[in-house]
């Protein structure tokens, strides 16, 4: 699964694109700040992540 640095603490935070598409927030288990990525703003940004991840899990023939 893809994480990222919480921006706080930087412990690596999971989320699910599928989650981040529908505008779910996600929170670091580490000090608990919730993060919300507006899916409207990030749209095209978040549709190349993705795909670029799921040609990656192709390639290394993950799921």
């Given at each position: 699964?893809?994480?990222?640095?919480?921006?706080?603490?930087?412990?690596?935070?999971?989320?699910?694109?599928?989650?981040?598409?529908?505008?779910?927030?996600?929170?670091?288990?580490?000090?608990?700040?919730?993060?919300t990525?507006?899916?409207?703003?990030?749209?095209?940004?978040l549709?190349?992540?993705?795909?670029?991840?799921?040609k990656?899990?192709?390639?290394?023939?993950?799921?």
């Amino acid at each position: 699964m893809p994480s990222i640095p919480c921006p706080e603490c930087k412990t690596q935070i999971e989320f699910d694109f599928s989650n981040i598409m529908r505008g779910k927030d996600f929170t670091c288990s580490n000090c608990h700040i919730k993060i919300t990525l507006s899916y409207d703003d990030n749209k095209q940004t978040l549709i190349k992540a993705k795909e670029k991840l799921d040609k990656l899990k192709d390639e290394l023939d993950i799921d």
